[in-house]
């Protein structure tokens, strides 16, 4: 009998079921994982974001490409939130690591220096954006990861 250890399980489960994730992942619409992450972001990352760093985030498409997933999320900042971004959008940045170096990020395990530096996370693009980007990550820190709540109306 094979024991995982309990911080691992979840990265190699996760590993197990990549590859045919993967295979799925890349044949469907890239909106409903875009709207989904925009959502969430939306919710729990852009109410974090300073009010005067926003503006300068809006407009700008960023792809998110998840390496062993399959997944890319088109995503652009609005001032009220993230949004689904139109493919036909010019890439101002296009971020790809695998799904653990993304929640790594997320939780505040690994910072986007680190992530870089050890090859996990990969920029493209307009390099003074991608820097904003970076910078606003390491300002902000770990998501809260808490249960989901629609957003408040009002």
Request: glycine residues 4%; hydrophobic residues 45%; charged residues 20%.
């Amino acid at each position: 009998m094979t024991t995982t250890s309990t911080s691992a399980w979840p990265w190699t489960a996760l590993a197990r079921v990549a590859p045919t994730l993967s295979a799925v992942a890349r044949r469907l619409p890239t909106q409903p994982p875009s709207w989904a992450a925009a959502q969430f972001l939306t919710q729990r990352w852009w109410p974090l974001v300073s009010s005067e760093i926003r503006p300068r985030l809006c407009g700008r498409r960023v792809d998110v490409v998840v390496t062993d997933l399959g997944l890319t999320l088109h995503l652009r900042a609005t001032p009220a939130g993230l949004v689904v971004a139109q493919a036909s959008e010019p890439v101002a940045v296009r971020l790809q690591a695998e799904a653990r170096a993304f929640i790594d990020l997320m939780q505040g395990r690994d910072d986007p220096d680190t992530l870089f530096f050890e090859q996990r996370l990969v920029m493209e693009g307009d390099t003074a954006f991608a820097l904003l980007l970076k910078n606003t990550l390491d300002a902000i820190g770990p998501v809260e990861w808490r249960p989901w709540r629609p957003a408040a109306r009002g």
